[in-house]
Every structure is written in C-alpha cells, then in structure tokens.
C-alpha cells in the first residue's frame, strides 16, 4: 500500500460502512474516480465468510502489537497544536472455537492515563466509529475508523510462536480532524498523524483472562 492511502483509510471504511448509492457518490467526492464502487471495496477487504474467518492455527492464541503513533493535536478547542507521541496496542485472542475478542489500548502523551476499548466479533460499529477484521491465509487485517482517524493494522503469523506486525494511519480529509481519545474520553483534534514501527508477540491463551 503506498504512502498516499495512509490518508483515506478513514474514507474506505466510511464508504464501507454505508448504502452502496451513498459509497459511490462518498468515492467520487473523494476520489473523483467515476468506476469505482463500495461492491469492489467489500470484495477487497473481505465480504465472504471464508475470508472473516480466522485460521485454525490462531485457535487459543493471543497476538499484540503495539506502537507509537505520531500526532500534531491538542484537547477540541484547548490551547495550541503540539506534537505528540502516543503509545497504542492492539490485543486480539482467537477462542478455541475461532471467535475474536480485541483491544485497543492507547496511552496519553505524559503516561498519566491509559484507556481500553474492546469488541467481540469480526466487526462492529458504534458512537465512536466502525471496524471490521477479515484474514488471508495467516494474517489478519483489522481495519477501523474513529471519527477522522482511520487505521489498518496487519498482522502475520507464522502458525508457531511469532508474528509480525505493519500499522498504517491516516487522517480523513483536509484540515483538522477530531477523535475520541481511549485514556480520557476527550475530544481531540489533530493535523497530521502517522504510525512508527510496530511490534508483535504471540501469547498461548486467553490473555484478557489474567
């Protein structure tokens, strides 16, 4: 994936979220590409049962990433823009019987808060945004939006003890996009943001059980 659609992840999973009429006109606007439908982009994130499926080499294990995310931001109407840099993990266990149960956890700036956000299942949506998980072969992909920031994390797994892991972020449109901060449940709003280098661990078990 190239450089340039770290900043339409958010719009791609919008778009996926809503009536194909809706999607196409919510592409041409963005893209001004006239062909292109939401029909091709559920094909290409996953639209089969096969694909939200996860493989049974994940059964009973626990994978985590984690990463900085890199962000110009400041509390919705508070002071001024400052660069930050936030600590996030993404924890997802494979039950025994393929049902997935995930986390994300973010940290603010000063490490004085921490707040979590889980769900059940390969998608989901609510206030705060939408998400779906499908697989191919041994990696699961987790693709989400959170008001205007949307995010794709990749993570292979090699059927043994180990993983690697890649997490893409862009922000939707230009300007100032806002989010819900996870630590403490209050609106931001930032200008720019990306994601560093990702790191990955494979756990056996159920890791939300200790």
Not at 83 to 105: A, D, E
Not at 140 to 167: K, M, P, Y
Request: positive net charge; proline residues 1%; hydrophobic residues 35%.
């Amino acid at each position: 994936m190239q450089l340039k659609d770290a900043a339409v992840i958010a719009d791609l999973v919008r778009c996926y979220n809503h009536a194909v009429g809706q999607c196409q006109n919510c592409f041409r606007d963005r893209f001004e590409m006239k062909t292109l439908t939401c029909v091709l982009l559920g094909s290409l994130i996953g639209s089969t049962s096969a694909a939200l499926a996860a493989p049974q080499s994940m059964y009973g294990k626990t994978l985590r990433v984690t990463w900085q995310e890199s962000r110009n931001q400041r509390v919705q109407g508070e002071g001024e823009f400052k660069n930050v840099s936030i600590p996030l993990s993404y924890t997802v266990y494979v039950s025994s019987k393929g049902q997935l149960f995930k986390r994300l956890t973010s940290t603010t700036a000063s490490g004085r808060q921490t707040g979590s956000k889980d769900r059940v299942g390969t998608s989901g949506s609510d206030s705060q945004g939408a998400g779906i998980v499908s697989f191919q072969g041994n990696t699961l992909i987790a693709t989400s939006n959170n008001g205007g920031l949307g995010r794709r994390i990749r993570i292979t797994f090699d059927g043994g003890s180990s993983c690697s892991a890649e997490v893409l972020t862009g922000k939707s449109g230009a300007g100032t996009a806002t989010v819900r901060s996870n630590a403490t449940g209050k609106m931001l709003e930032f200008n720019s943001v990306s994601a560093g280098a990702a790191s990955c661990s494979v756990q056996e078990g159920n890791a939300f059980a200790n």
